[in-house]
């Protein structure tokens, strides 16, 4: 995944970050839908409301906390663009000479994604702030973006966000599902007139999708807020991956305080009751969701799970058929199915469902994986190197891409024989 920088009308490349790679998405209604964000960044304008002041707007109903014990960690908002002692030295020291000879801007830039500086990769496992993206020298979208906005704001940089609308991929870990949204940045320099912000004509927008992939798609803007609000829901997300129950719902229910109008830590909360037990509070975080946003899809498949767990049978069947008639084939439907082919040993049935995924949703990698395996077990170990192959190429983490690899070794080995 590369990042990209473009000014009124002109297209700067920034150096290549080196990529890892996608994931994977939702068939059979006994897995959990999420929404993982992508990418974001800061502002520098103040949150619109202190903290004590949103909790206390907040929708308290919608919250146990006398179920859960204290989160692993502290859960603040403030620390997701904090510059630590590390960063400040590399941004007083390190990032000095670029800034002098560039102006803060294109210095800034140069210092962060230039190969041969940080050397930052892309590795979708985890969400990080600034400090803990900086620090591992890699993150993903939203990492990254946060911890390029971090060092802009030290720099005096304005810096304004957006969601922008793309197609919908989904990734998952295990029975968790993720569609994956996304945001940029854009960054102008301040001007010595204190009458402007920033200088309109000297405006930078960062992204870290490919520019063929941001090709006519709409975006909108976004409070800082909602930023801070997209990270704590990763959090959630991630935290129940790990089956790190009290941290999800820390994370979920600060990400609701810090911005209630935004929908998806309602879904998260609702899946974190569901997984711990709490079905009856599931059901009204998602039922609520559901009568501010019918038609979410998410919140949905969801309910359906927790419908059938109380044995709502008629309510869950009536909400299932809803779903199918806005999404008959789910992300991962012909995935699963396949799988189960596997598992039967109908390879050929299980290649075809797989190269139907991997026709409709080409960036994941696991459907590469997998069709490569059904290659190999019908004796085309061509077939087979070029999925796994594409799978190594597509990989979003570190720890897919070894996997891959290895596969891919062995492969070349037999053939080599």
Not at 94 to 114: F, I, K, T, W
Request: contains cysteine; glycine residues 4%; aromatic residues 10%.
């Amino acid at each position: 995944m590369s990042p990209v920088a473009h000014e009124t009308g002109n297209r700067l490349a920034v150096p290549d970050i080196a990529a890892a790679g996608p994931a994977a998405g939702v068939c059979r209604l006994d897995r959990f839908a999420l929404l993982l964000l992508c990418a974001a960044l800061g502002a520098c304008t103040a949150i619109s409301a202190p903290q004590a002041e949103r909790e206390a707007l907040a929708p308290i109903p919608y919250f146990h906390d006398e179920w859960f014990a204290a989160p692993s960690q502290p859960i603040r908002a403030r620390d997701v663009f904090a510059l630590d002692d590390t960063m400040e030295h590399y941004l007083r020291f390190d990032m000095s000479h670029e800034v002098h000879n560039q102006g803060p801007l294109y210095g800034m830039l140069d210092a962060l994604y230039r190969r041969d500086r940080l050397m930052l990769s892309y590795d979708a496992g985890r969400t990080r702030n600034a400090a803990e993206a900086f620090d591992a020298r890699k993150g993903n979208c939203l990492s990254l973006v946060i911890m390029t906005a971090a060092f802009a704001k030290a720099l005096g940089l304005q810096v304004t966000y957006e969601a922008v609308t793309i197609d919908e991929t989904w990734s998952r870990s295990d029975d968790l599902l993720f569609l994956n949204t996304h945001v940029n940045l854009t960054l102008g320099r301040r001007m010595r007139d204190t009458t402007t912000l920033f200088d309109s004509d000297r405006r930078l927008t960062i992204d870290f999708l490919p520019s063929e992939d941001l090709a006519g798609q709409r975006s909108e803007s976004i409070p800082e807020e909602m930023i801070v609000a997209m990270y704590m829901n990763n959090r959630a997300a991630e935290a129940l991956a790990q089956r790190h129950f009290d941290d999800a719902y820390w994370w979920a229910r600060a990400a609701i305080v810090q911005a209630p109008d935004f929908p998806a830590p309602y879904n998260t909360l609702g899946v974190v009751y569901l997984r711990h037990g709490n079905l009856e509070a599931a059901q009204a975080v998602l039922r609520d969701l559901l009568d501010r946003k019918p038609r979410d899809k998410l919140a949905m498949s969801n309910l359906v799970i927790v419908l059938d767990k109380l044995g709502r049978a008629d309510q869950a069947q009536a909400l299932r058929e809803r779903l199918a008639k806005k999404e008959p084939y789910p992300p991962y439907h012909f995935f699963w199915l396949g799988t189960e082919a596997m598992q039967k040993g109908d390879f050929r049935t299980a290649k075809s469902l797989f190269r139907k995924e991997v026709d409709r949703a080409d960036y994941c990698s696991e459907f590469h994986f997998w069709l490569g395996l059904a290659d190999l077990k019908l004796g085309d170990l061509e077939g087979a190197r070029q999925q796994i192959a594409i799978a190594m190429e597509n990989s979003t983490t570190a720890s897919d891409h070894d996997v891959y690899a290895a596969k891919l070794e062995r492969l070349r080995s037999h053939e080599a024989h």
